[in-house]
């Protein structure tokens, strides 16, 4: 399964952007959905997750109440947006999925991941 990201970037420091993953040919509803991410010298985290089936979701602490997943199936993807950002959520991104049941919350959760979108937040 390939997945495609896009939507990174730079931006100040309480703005926002909105990063995409799709998976061309896929019907991407039927996949459980996890956004991490890897700021340098750092290991990948975890961000947040969206369950399959259904739509239960999850987040990393420090991202409540900034970050929302949701699933958009008109465009077969799966979005993160990120609003308040802060420097500290300086990272390359990483979108993940699984046909497996229920939430991911760990990388092996996740046969399949995407190939990384930067995301940069200035202060």
């Known amino acids: 399964v390939q997945l495609v990201e896009s939507g990174g970037g730079l931006v100040q420091a309480g703005g926002s952007l909105r990063l995409s993953c799709a998976a061309p040919g896929r019907t991407f509803s039927n996949y459980r959905v996890g956004w991490f991410r890897q700021a340098p010298g750092k290991e990948r985290e975890f961000v947040s997750a969206?369950?399959?089936?259904?739509?239960?979701?999850y987040y990393k602490d420090t991202v409540k109440g900034r970050f929302t997943i949701t699933r958009d199936n008109a465009k077969n993807a799966v979005l993160l947006q990120m609003n308040s950002l802060r420097p500290e959520d300086t990272a390359v991104y990483y979108c993940a999925a699984d046909p497996r049941y229920g939430l991911g919350l760990t990388e092996v959760g996740y046969d399949y991941w995407g190939q990384g979108t930067q995301v940069t937040v200035s202060s």
């Open positions: 969206i369950s399959w089936p259904g739509s239960s979701t």
